[in-house]
C-alpha cells in the first residue's frame, strides 16, 4: 500500500549510477556483439545487452515485433487518490464495500493520510460519478473529499507477451515489467511483479556479461518469469471479476491467492533449467530459501576462550549477487580447492550443530533446526531461490555457468 514514487525514491538511492528521466527510445539495434539505443535527446548508448521496461505500449516490444496477446474484459475502473474527512471508523487496512451484492469500490489507505478509492462505474466515467459512488457505499456515514491529487481511469487489460527475449530467446534485449505483461490492478501486483523481474534477471546479466554463463542463465529468466506472469494474470482476472460479485467472495479469492499477491509464494517449476526437483526438510528446489534462524560462530583462537555468538535469520545475513552452497549438518566440502575455483560465483556455508566445526569457512554457523545425523546440500540462487539440493551440486554449478 506505499505508492509507487515512494518505492521509486527509495530504490533510487541505492543506485550508483544517474538516472535520465523524461528521455525516450526512438532507435534500438542489436547486433551479435551488443545493443546500440538512442533517444529522442540525441543520446546513443552502447552495450552489451538492454533491459527494455518501458511500459505496456513499449516502443522496444512493438519494434521488436515480439507479440502482446491476450484478453480484455469490457470493465473500466476509476482511481481517486484523494484525502478525505469522515466519520466512517478510519483503519489501516483495505476496506472492500458491498452494494447490492456486488463489491465495487474498495478503500485502500496511503501514505501521509492520503486515501485510494477503486470504482467500477457503468457508462461514463467522471470524477464526480466516481465520488458520487463513493459516498453512496459508506453511508450512512458522511464523507468530505478535501484535495484529490489524482483521478483517472484505467481499462483492464491481460497480456503476456510471448518471449521476454529478441530473437526467440537468443537475442540481447530482455522485456520486463509492463513491457512483458500487463494485468488488472487488483491485489496491487504490478509494480512488485515488475521489480521481481529484475530481480530474478540482473544477477543474470551481470553472470553473462562478465562471462560466467551463457544462454542457459538468461533463457531460464523467460521461461520462469513468463509463467509467473501468467499466474499474476490469473490471480488478477479473478480478483477484477469477483468485484461484481460479494465482498465476501472477494476477500475469499484474495486470502486463497495471498502467495502470489504478497510475491511471497511465488515457486519457480523444476521444468526450468535453474531448479532442478529435489528437496531437504524446508529447503524445496523452486522455492523462497526459508528464511531460518542461525547462529554466527567467529572463528576460534588459542587466545579465545569465550566465544559471543549472535543469532540471526538467514536473510539478514545473505547477500546479493553470488551462489550459496550450503552444507548442512554433517556435509563437508570434499575439497576447498573446489570452493577456492567457485569463490567468483559461490559463498561456501556450513550450518551445522555447533559441534563439528570448520575453522576454516567464513560462512559458518550453528542452528537448531540441524539434526547431527543428518546432512545436505542446498544451493541457493542469488536471487535467494533454492536452485538444488543434493550430492552433485559441482555438476549443478557447472550447468548454470556452462
Known amino acids: 500500500m506505499i505508492g509507487q514514487s515512494e518505492v521509486e525514491e527509495a530504490l533510487l538511492h541505492q543506485l ?10 526512438n532507435g534500438i539495434e542489436e547486433t551479435t556483439s551488443g545493443v546500440v539505443v ?14 527494455a521496461a518501458d511500459g505496456a505500449r513499449s516502443f522496444v516490444r512493438t519494434t521488436l515485433g515480439i507479440p502482446f496477446t491476450g484478453t480484455k474484459p469490457e470493465m473500466v475502473w476509476a482511481v481517486l487518490d484523494t484525502f478525505i474527512k469522515t466519520d466512517f471508523p478510519v483503519c489501516p487496512e483495505i476496506i472492500t464495500f458491498q452494494k447490492d451484492g456486488q463489491s465495487r469500490v474498495a478503500w485502500i489507505p496511503r501514505e501521509r493520510g492520503m486515501n485510494r478509492f477503486y470504482i467500477l462505474l457503468d457508462g461514463e466515467i467522471t470524477q464526480e460519478k466516481a465520488e458520487a459512488s463513493v459516498r453512496d457505499h459508506m453511508a450512512p456515514h458522511k464523507v468530505e473529499f478535501k484535495k484529490t491529487e489524482w483521478f483517472s481511469t484505467f481499462e483492464i487489460k491481460e497480456r503476456v507477451a510471448s518471449t ?5 530467446g537468443n537475442g540481447r534485449i530482455l522485456l520486463a515489467g509492463d513491457a512483458a505483461h500487463v494485468h488488472a490492478v487488483n491485489g496491487g501486483q504490478g509494480l512488485n511483479t515488475g521489480i521481481a523481474d529484475a530481480f530474478n534477471l540482473i544477477w543474470r546479466v551481470a553472470f553473462v556479461a562478465k562471462g560466467h554463463g551463457g544462454s542457459t542463465l538468461l533463457k531460464s529468466y523467460d521461461e520462469e518469469r513468463r509463467a509467473t506472469a501468467s499466474a499474476v494474470i490469473d490471480v488478477a482476472a479473478k ?3 469477483t468485484t461484481v ?17 504478497t510475491g ?5 517449476s523444476s521444468n526450468t533449467p535453474l531448479v532442478v526437483d529435489s528437496n531437504y526438510g524446508d529447503f524445496v528446489a523452486g522455492n523462497r530459501c526459508p528464511d531460518l534462524w542461525v547462529t554466527k560462530l567467529p572463528v576460534r583462537s588459542s587466545q579465545t576462550n ?14 546479493y549477487g553470488k551462489f550459496k552452497v550450503l552444507f548442512i549438518g554433517n556435509e563437508k566440502p570434499a575439497s576447498f580447492e573446489q570452493a577456492i575455483e567457485l569463490q567468483q560465483k559461490a559463498e561456501i556455508w556450513h550450518i551445522h550443530d555447533q559441534d563439528h566445526r570448520l575453522t576454516t569457512l567464513t560462512y559458518e554457523f550453528g542452528a537448531e533446526w540441524v539434526k547431527s545425523d543428518e546432512g545436505a546440500v542446498v544451493v541457493v540462487r542469488p536471487d535467494l531461490y ?8 559441482v555438476q549443478y554449478l557447472a550447468s548454470v555457468f556452462n
Open 386 to 393: 533454492i536452485g538444488y539440493v543434493g550430492k552433485d551440486w
Open 306 to 319: 569465550a566465544e559471543e555468538l549472535s543469532r540471526m535469520r538467514l536473510y539478514e545475513l545473505f547477500g
Open 245 to 261: 460479485k460479494t465482498a465476501l467472495e472477494y476477500v475469499e479469492i484474495i486470502e486463497k491467492n495471498a502467495g502470489y499477491i
Open 16 to 25: 550508483d549510477i544517474p538516472v535520465d528521466y523524461n528521455s525516450h527510445v
Open 164 to 168: 521476454f527475449i529478441s530473437k526467440d
Open 264 to 268: 511471497m509464494g511465488v515457486s519457480y
Open 38 to 51: 538512442t533517444t529522442d535527446k540525441g543520446k546513443t548508448i552502447t552495450a552489451k545487452y538492454a533491459i
Open 239 to 241: 480478483l477484477v471479476r
